[in-house]
């Protein structure tokens, strides 16, 4: 299959002297279709890397900045919020994640085929639960879920 292409041809000259240019710009299809594989180029065989969840990356990412207010690279949360163009509330919901008990953080950062279909949304309510105990009860529901 070809590639798209976006063309625009020159018709004529106009009239005040103008010149009309032709430019082709090759056109890239949207993440929809080459996720559904629609470009024959793409191969997905046995040895491609899965998708790691979403969920999975935030909670890596909420260790991260945590460890970078720590050392200083950041002043607080919301130098990490200016700095990533999102609100100080997302920043938030973001590190809420480490108030998990650790077992089920190391069960995000390891996931099985049910994380993934767990969303950080789910997980608002296990993390403003303050009790390590009541949290696995929680977790325990979402995942039979």
């Known amino acids: ?5 976006l063309t625009r ?20 299809p949207r993440r929809q279709e080459s996720a559904k594989g629609l470009r024959p180029d793409q191969v997905s065989g046995a040895g491609s890397p899965s998708r790691i969840p979403r969920v ?8 991260k900045f945590q460890d970078m207010v720590d050392r200083g690279e950041v002043n607080d949360y919301a130098d990490l919020a200016r700095l990533g163009y999102v ?10 994640l ?12 390891l996931p099985e085929p049910p994380t993934a279909i767990i969303s950080e949304r789910h997980l608002r309510c296990v993390t403003s639960e303050v009790s390590w105990q009541h949290q696995r009860g929680l977790w325990h529901k979402i995942r039979t879920a």
Do not use: C, F, H, W
């Open 87 to 96: 609100t100080r509330a997302r920043i938030t919901q973001i590190m809420n």
């Open 56 to 63: 999975t990356r935030l909670m890596a990412l909420a260790i």
């Open 1 to 5: 299959m070809p590639s798209k292409e």
């Open 98 to 109: 480490l108030n998990l008990a650790p077992d089920i953080q190391e069960q995000l950062l």
């Open 9 to 28: 041809a020159a018709a004529e000259t106009l009239e005040d002297g103008a010149i009309q240019v032709e430019v082709t710009l090759p056109v890239r």
